[in-house]
């Protein structure tokens, strides 16, 4: 899934999502960024026809540098400080549709 985040206003970079948690997500980003930072983020994502997404204020807590297509590129674990009750019930109910989609794979 694809992803937006910013540390300031005017700083916006884009992102992959890896993997998503109802506390957090693993992301894939050129950009170094230092443990500890906060970031806001923005996740898109479709259910069936919809595109949707949800917005959150996140903590680096992890990172990694990775090798993708032979690229270096870092992987982050970020885990969400704050996130609206609204976009809380839109990542609850993207997480519900992927498991129910990983039993029948």
């Not at 992890?62 to 839109?90: A, H, M, N, P, T």
């Amino acid at each position: 899934m694809p992803l937006e985040y910013w540390e300031t206003c005017d700083s916006r970079q884009g992102g992959l999502v890896v993997d998503i948690k109802e506390n957090g997500l693993c992301v894939r980003s050129p950009i170094d960024m230092y443990i500890g930072g906060e970031l806001g983020i923005r996740v898109f994502f479709s259910l069936g026809y919809e595109f949707d997404g949800f917005q959150a204020l996140a903590k680096i807590i992890g990172k990694d540098l990775c090798s993708e297509e032979g690229l270096e590129v870092y992987e982050y674990e970020l885990e969400f400080l704050g996130i609206s009750e609204q976009d809380r019930l839109k990542l609850r109910n993207l997480l519900d549709v992927r498991r129910a989609k990983s039993m029948y794979c």
